[in-house]
C-alpha cells in the first residue's frame, strides 16, 4: 500500500474512511509515513448493537480525517497504534474503559477513568449497559491510604501528587518516583470526579445538552457551548446570521481572556510569586464584568444555543467595552515587560519543562502548549469557524518549547484576542441574532473543532433522527496534553513540576468529563 | 527586693516577654497590611481598627483548636520543638538592647553576638527537628530542606555580621549599638544589603520561601501540626522576624539611640528602636512582594558562588575600613 495514499493539502472539508478492522493499523501506519505531522484528535467509540464502532479522528495538513472501523462487541480486539503515534496511548486506554476494546500490544492497559473498584464487563457508554449494575461494592474498595505513604523501590521514592494536593485545584492522583530530586517516572491516574457527561447527553435533548456541556468545564463554559451547537448546527444545515457569530466570536474570546488571565495569575502562585498572581487575578474582575454586561452571567455564559445567541449586545455597552479593554491591554505591555525582565521569573520557568518540537508532534498536543514547541497550529485560522475567518489576528507561536514560552504564547495572546474583540464590536453586522430551529434533529453525524483557550476542543455527534442525540463524543485540550506533562516532569527537577504542570493549563473538571 | 521586682518587670513585663509577644504580632500585622497594599489588596481589616488585632485573633483561634498528633510521629519531639524553638528565639532576643540596655540587666557579655548567632542555629535545627519528627514526607522535605537552605546562608550572615563588630572593635551586641556615632549603614552599606539578603533567607522570606513552598510541599515542615502547636510554629516565625530586623538595627542602624527630647531616655529608645524595626520591615517586606520563590539549588549555587565570595570581599573591605579610615573619622 506504499505510496498510494495521497493528502491534498488546502482542503477543509472533512473525509471518512472506512476500513476493516484488520486493516485499520497499515491505513493508520501509511497516514502517519505520508504527513509526519499528522496526529490523533480522538478515538470516538460507537455501540452499533452488534459491534463496536471505532472511529479515528486524524488531524492532517488542519483538517480532520475520520478512519472507521468496527470490531465485533463479543470479541472487541483491535492491534494498538500507540507505537505508530504516541499520543494515542490515552485514548485507547479511555475506548478500552468505556467500550471494553481490548487494545493488544498497548504498553500500558490500565484504567484510565474508572475506579479500580469498578465491576468487569460493564462498559458504561455501550447502549445495554444497566446504571444498577454500577453500584460499587465497598468491601471490594482497595485501602487507598497504603498507596499514599511514600514507597521505596530500590533508590527510587515514590511521591504521590494529588488526589489532594494544593497544587493540584481539582482531584487528580499523579505519582511519580523520585531518584533525589529528580522525577524518574511519572504516572496519572485520572478519572476522581469523572461525571459521564457524554451518556448523560445521551439521555437529554439537544437543547438540554447545551447547558449539559457547558458545565463539562468552568473556565471555558462558552467553548464547550459553541463547539456542541456548531456540531448540531452542521447535522441541521442551519447557517447562523451573521451578527449571531460575530456575538459568539466576542464571547469566546472574553472567554479566552479570561481563561489565560486565571493561567498566568496561577502560575505566578505555583512559582510562588504572589504579587503577580493578585495583580493578575485583579485584572481578569473587568473581563468577569464584560461577560456579565454582555451574556448575564460572570461564569457560566449561557448565551449559545442551536441557531445563535440568545442574547443581543446593546449600542451602550460598546463603549463600556472599549475602555476595559483599553484598560486591560495597558496593563498587558507591563506585564510583558515582567515576564521579559524579571529574573527570578525567568530563573523559574526558563529551560523547565522543555518539550521539543518533534516530541509535540508525537505526542499530539494542542493549543498554546504546541504552539510554545514552534508548532502553528490553532483551529481558527486552520479551520475559521464563526467570524474567525473574516477577522485579522496574528498566530503567536515561540520555538523555546520551555514554560516561559507557553506562558508568554498566552500573554500575547491576550492581547491578539483584545484586538479581536475591537475588531468585531467595530464590524459587528445589523440583522438577527439566530435563527429558530427544529428541536428533532434529522439522522446525521457531525465532528467539529474550536480553539478553546487551553487548545482544540473536538466534538461530535450522532443523531438518529430523535430529539436525542445517539452519540456525543467530547475531547477536552487537557486530556490531549496530559502524555506532555508525563514527558516533561521526566528527568526534570521535583521543584519544577508544580511550575511545569501549570504552564500547560491543565483543567481536570474538562478531562473528567 | 527592689532590683528583684525590676528584674521582674523587664522580664516578664517590659521590654521582655510581654512586649517582645505584642510587638511581635504589631510587626505580623505591619507585614500583612503592607503585603496586601503592595499587591492591591486590603489586608486584615475587620478585628480592631485596621485590623491590627487580627494576629491576636489568629493566635488565640489556633489555641483553641483540637490539638492532634500523628500516629507515626516521634511523640515528644513533636510536642517540644516548636515551643523550644520558640523559646530559644525569645531567649535570643533578650540579649539585644531595646532601650540601651540588654532586656536581662548585666546579661550582656564580650562575646553575645556570637552567642546569638548560635542561638538561631539552634532554633532552626529545632525547626527541622519538629518537621521531621512528623514522619510525614511532606513535613519531612519540608524539614530537609530547613537545613539545606541553612546551610547556604548561614556561613555569610555570620561573616556579614562581623563587619559591624569589626568597626565597632567588639563583639558584644551592646556596644556595638552603642558605638554607632555614625550608623554603619552609611559606613559599609554593601555589608547593609548583602545582610539584608542573607537574612531573607534566614527568615524564609521570598525569593527562599522554599522551605514553606505551599505549591511543592503542603505547608513544609508545619504540614501535621495543627492547634497550639502550629500556634507556637508560627509564632516562633514572626518572632524569627522580628528578631532579625532587632538585629539589623542593631548592627546597622545604631541601635536603640536616637535624639531624646524629653523625660525618660529609655521611652525615646524604645520608640526609636521600633521606628527602626518597622522600617527594616518594610524593606523586607518589599523584597518578598518582588521576586518569585527560587529553587533550592539555584538558591544554594547563588549563596555559594556569589554571596559567599561576596561577604569575604565585604568583610575585607570592612576590616581595611575599620584599621586605617575609620579611626580618622572618630
Known amino acids: ?513 | 527586693m527592689i532590683l528583684g521586682l525590676d528584674l521582674v518587670f523587664r522580664v516578664l513585663i517590659f521590654p521582655g516577654f510581654t512586649f517582645i509577644l505584642f510587638l511581635t504580632m504589631f510587626c505580623d500585622w505591619v507585614e500583612r497590611k503592607i503585603e496586601a497594599r503592595m499587591q492591591n489588596r486590603v489586608g486584615p481589616s475587620f478585628t480592631g481598627p485596621s485590623g491590627i488585632l487580627q494576629p491576636l485573633a489568629d493566635f488565640i483561634k489556633l489555641l483553641t483548636k483540637e490539638d492532634i498528633v500523628p500516629r507515626d510521629a516521634k511523640k515528644t519531639v513533636f510536642r517540644f520543638a516548636p515551643i523550644l524553638a520558640f523559646s530559644v528565639v525569645v531567649f535570643a532576643i533578650c540579649f539585644l538592647p531595646f532601650d540601651g540596655a540588654a532586656i536581662i540587666p548585666n546579661s550582656a557579655f564580650a562575646g553575645d553576638l556570637i552567642f546569638i548567632m548560635a542561638l538561631i542555629t539552634v532554633a532552626n535545627f529545632l525547626l527541622f527537628l519538629s518537621g521531621w519528627a512528623s514522619s510525614s514526607p511532606y513535613g519531612a522535605i519540608g524539614a530537609a530542606r530547613v537545613l539545606t537552605q541553612f546551610l547556604g546562608y548561614d556561613i555569610p550572615l555570620f561573616l556579614l555580621a562581623l563587619a559591624p563588630a569589626f568597626l565597632a572593635q567588639s563583639l558584644s551586641i551592646t556596644s556595638i549599638a552603642a558605638n554607632q556615632y555614625l550608623p554603619f549603614i552609611l559606613l559599609a552599606p554593601w555589608a547593609f544589603v548583602l545582610f539584608v539578603i542573607a537574612l531573607q533567607a534566614e527568615l524564609e522570606k521570598d525569593p527562599f520561601d522554599i522551605p514553606l513552598a505551599e505549591s511543592e510541599l503542603v505547608g513544609g515542615l508545619e504540614t501535621e501540626y495543627c492547634g497550639g502547636k502550629l500556634a507556637f510554629l508560627h509564632l516562633t516565625r514572626d518572632v524569627q522576624i522580628v528578631f532579625g530586623a532587632a538585629l539589623v538595627v542593631e548592627l546597622f542602624l545604631g541601635g536603640p539611640y536616637g535624639p531624646v527630647f524629653f523625660g525618660l531616655p529609655a521611652f525615646w529608645y524604645s520608640l526609636w528602636f521600633v521606628l527602626k524595626l518597622l522600617a527594616v520591615i518594610v524593606i523586607s517586606e518589599y523584597l518578598t512582594c518582588l521576586f518569585a520563590r527560587l529553587r533550592i539549588d539555584q538558591v544554594l549555587t547563588a549563596n555559594w558562588k556569589i554571596l559567599l565570595p561576596l561577604s569575604l570581599l565585604s568583610l575585607i573591605l570592612t576590616v581595611a575600613l575599620a584599621t586605617w579610615v575609620y579611626p580618622l573619622m572618630v
Open chain 1, 1 to 513: 500500500m506504499g505510496g498510494s495514499l495521497q493528502i491534498q493539502p488546502a482542503h477543509l472539508g472533512k473525509a471518512s474512511i472506512q476500513v476493516k478492522a484488520d486493516s485499520n493499523r497499515d491505513v493508520l501506519k501509511l497516514l502517519f509515513e505520508t504527513d509526519k505531522s499528522a496526529g490523533i484528535v480522538a478515538l470516538t467509540g460507537l455501540d452499533m448493537g452488534e459491534k463496536i464502532g471505532l472511529m479515528y479522528h486524524i488531524r492532517t495538513n488542519g483538517a480532520i480525517v475520520t478512519i472507521r472501523t468496527e470490531v465485533p462487541k463479543e470479541n472487541p480486539k483491535i492491534p494498538t497504534i500507540t507505537d505508530l503515534i504516541p499520543g494515542a496511548q490515552f485514548h485507547e486506554r479511555e475506548a478500552a474503559d468505556l467500550f471494553g476494546v481490548i487494545f493488544e500490544g498497548h504498553p500500558n492497559p490500565a484504567r484510565l477513568l474508572l475506579p479500580d473498584d469498578w465491576p468487569e464487563n460493564l462498559y458504561p457508554l455501550r447502549k445495554d449497559a444497566k446504571i444498577d449494575d454500577a453500584i460499587v461494592k465497598t468491601e471490594n474498595s482497595k485501602n487507598q491510604a497504603e498507596t499514599v505513604q511514600p514507597q521505596s523501590d530500590g533508590t527510587l521514592v515514590n511521591i504521590i501528587i494529588g488526589p489532594q494536593h494544593p497544587a493540584l485545584l481539582e482531584p487528580e492522583k499523579f505519582s511519580l518516583k523520585v531518584n533525589g530530586e529528580i522525577v524518574k517516572q511519572v504516572e496519572p491516574r485520572i478519572g476522581y470526579v469523572h461525571r459521564g457527561v457524554e451518556k448523560a447527553a445521551e439521555q437529554r435533548t439537544y437543547l438540554q445538552d447545551v447547558y449539559l456541556v457547558e458545565r463539562i468545564c468552568g473556565i471555558c463554559n462558552a467553548c464547550h457551548a459553541a463547539c456542541f451547537v456548531e456540531t448540531v448546527e452542521k447535522i441541521l444545515g442551519t447557517t447562523v446570521p451573521l451578527r449571531g457569530q460575530y456575538l459568539r466570536t466576542i464571547i469566546l474570546e472574553l472567554n479566552r481572556l479570561h481563561s489565560h488571565l486565571l493561567l498566568l495569575g496561577h502560575a505566578g502562585f505555583e512559582i510562588g510569586y504572589e504579587t503577580l498572581f493578585q495583580y493578575m487575578w485583579r485584572d481578569r474582575e473587568p473581563v468577569l464584568d464584560l461577560t456579565e454586561l454582555l451574556t448575564g452571567n460572570r461564569i457560566i455564559a449561557s448565551v449559545m444555543t442551536v441557531g445563535g445567541v440568545r442574547r443581543d449586545l446593546k449600542e451602550t455597552y460598546i463603549p463600556k467595552i472599549k475602555t476595559a479593554l483599553a484598560n486591560l491591554k495597558k496593563k498587558m505591555g507591563f506585564y510583558k515587560q515582567l515576564f521579559e525582565n524579571e529574573l527570578t521569573l525567568k530563573m523559574r520557568t526558563q529551560n523547565v519543562g522543555t518539550l521539543a518540537k518533534e516530541d509535540a508532534l508525537k505526542l499530539c498536543v494542542v493549543g498554546p502548549v504546541a504552539r510554545g514547541s514552534d508548532i502553528a497550529m490553532d483551529v481558527r485560522k486552520d479551520e475559521p469557524y464563526e467570524a474567525y475567518g473574516e477577522i485579522p489576528f496574528k498566530l503567536i507561536t515561540y520555538n523555546t518549547g520551555d514554560s516561559w514560552a507557553r506562558l508568554m504564547v498566552r500573554l500575547d495572546e491576550i492581547v491578539e484576542s483584545i484586538n479581536i474583540i475591537n475588531y468585531a464590536i467595530d464590524h459587528l453586522p445589523q440583522g438577527p441574532y439566530r435563527v429558530k430551529v427544529p428541536r428533532v434533529v434529522p439522522a446525521g453525524e457531525a465532528v467539529n473543532r474550536v480553539e478553546a483557550p487551553r487548545g482544540e476542543l473536538f466534538y461530535y455527534v450522532k443523531s438518529n433522527g430523535t430529539a436525542y442525540p445517539e452519540r456525543v463524543k467530547v475531547r477536552t485540550p487537557t486530556f490531549a496534553n496530559i502524555p506532555a506533562f508525563i514527558k516533561i516532569a521526566e528527568g526534570g527537577n521535583i521543584a519544577d513540576v508544580p511550575a511545569s504542570f501549570v504552564s500547560l493549563d491543565p483543567c481536570f473538571s474538562c478531562t473528567d468529563r
